[in-house]
């Protein structure tokens, strides 16, 4: 179910996108996200429409937020995209309560390796995550 839900905002994101300078996405598969709690999505896509903004959504952004997310991108180059965004007011199962959870991807455009981070803000640790991206246009 939710990567159907995945599925379909994606596609509303690239639908708009036109024929000239078409937005895309990197449809991610994160692998060994068991052990990081529930807090890295197991599917991610980080959506690039063409007016030059990112936006994010996964299972996490869709229990919180309910959509996708703004991000900011950190750096872009023939290497590499880095994106930064948050899910503020998250919660865990028992309670505990973070003022906002910050995520930051680096996306190798090469091989379209993605590492993932996630960490309750003011927290100097968090969890981390691997994957691989596909760059899609349709």
């Known amino acids: 179910m939710k990567s159907l839900i995945l599925s379909v905002l994606c596609?509303?994101?690239?639908?708009?996108?036109?024929?000239?300078?078409q937005g895309f996405l990197y449809d991610c598969d994160m692998i060994d996200t068991g052990r990081e709690r529930g807090w890295i999505s197991p599917k991610i896509a980080v959506v690039f429409p063409k007016?030059?903004?990112?936006?994010?959504?996964?299972?996490?952004?869709l229990y919180f937020v309910k959509d996708a997310v703004q991000g900011r991108i950190l750096q872009d180059n023939d290497a590499r995209v880095v994106?930064?965004?948050?899910i503020p007011r998250a919660r865990t199962d028992t309670g505990v309560s973070f003022n906002a959870f910050d995520y930051r991807a680096s996306?190798?455009?090469?091989?379209?390796r993605i590492d993932v981070?996630?960490?309750?803000?003011?927290y100097d640790t968090g969890v981390t995550s691997r994957g691989t991206c596909v760059r899609?246009?349709?």
């Open 117 to 122: 981070t996630a960490k309750p803000r003011s």
């Open 11 to 21: 596609a509303a994101f690239l639908a708009g996108a036109g024929q000239a300078a």
């Open 136 to 138: 899609r246009t349709q």
């Open 83 to 86: 994106v930064r965004w948050s």
């Open 51 to 61: 007016d030059g903004t990112v936006r994010v959504v996964d299972a996490i952004t």
């Open 107 to 112: 996306i190798a455009k090469r091989t379209g």
